[in-house]
């Protein structure tokens, strides 16, 4: 009796301390809709808060995190025509050997393997020049049109809390249980506090 005098403070203050981490993960994502208790209106963090979230980081994607200048930089970078030569240059050839003659075949008569080869010379410089203009302007377009703030917001304001939740469960599922523990841990201390106040007092 003695024994269970002293433990039992403590295996209570144990399942507290695990009770109250597990129930505050809970409501993080429970209830999803607003319940009424007492007069109070409960309803989880992530639920109550979610459009409001989804806003600040539809913002913060749009403003820092997103910018439509480092990617038209990136886009009309030289370096990314130059990637795009070799399958630029069969689509020439491609053009100039096959489609043309089908499309002109009295031209195509006229035109050789060096010429051909001048024309695709031609083709890339003027394509090479081109190309960072057209992208430019294609990104400047988009910017204009595509108001990325919003569309993060939206996709984020309406995904599932559900889904959120498994997520979070499957890739934390260790860190959760320790802070679980930790709970417990913190509990068990407490409960051997209280018992040491006790003795002291009732000594």
Not at 145 to 167: C, I, P, R, W, Y
Request: hydrophobic share 50%; aromatic share 10%.
């Amino acid at each position: 009796m003695l024994l269970l005098h002293y433990m039992l403070p403590v295996l209570v203050s144990c399942f507290t301390g695990w009770f109250v981490i597990w129930i505050l993960l809970k409501f993080l994502f429970h209830p999803q809709k607003p319940i009424t208790v007492a007069g109070f209106k409960i309803q989880g963090i992530l639920p109550a808060n979610q459009q409001l979230l989804a806003e600040k980081i539809g913002r913060l994607v749009s403003k820092e995190l997103f910018s439509f200048t480092a990617l038209q930089e990136k886009v009309t970078d030289p370096e990314n025509f130059n990637k795009l030569k070799p399958e630029i240059d069969d689509h020439i050839d491609s053009f100039l050997r096959l489609r043309l003659k089908d499309s002109f075949p009295m031209l195509s008569m006229l035109i050789g393997d060096k010429t051909i080869t001048q024309l695709k010379t031609v083709f890339l410089l003027e394509l090479e020049t081109l190309f960072p203009v057209l992208m430019k302007s294609y990104i400047s377009k988009l910017e204009k049109e595509l108001d990325l703030e919003k569309l993060v917001t939206d996709k984020l304001a309406g995904f599932s809390l559900n889904q959120t939740e498994k997520l979070i469960y499957k890739t934390a599922h260790i860190q959760i249980i320790k802070l679980q523990l930790s709970g417990a841990l913190i509990g068990f201390l407490i409960g051997l506090i209280h018992i040491f106040i006790n003795t002291q007092l009732y000594s």
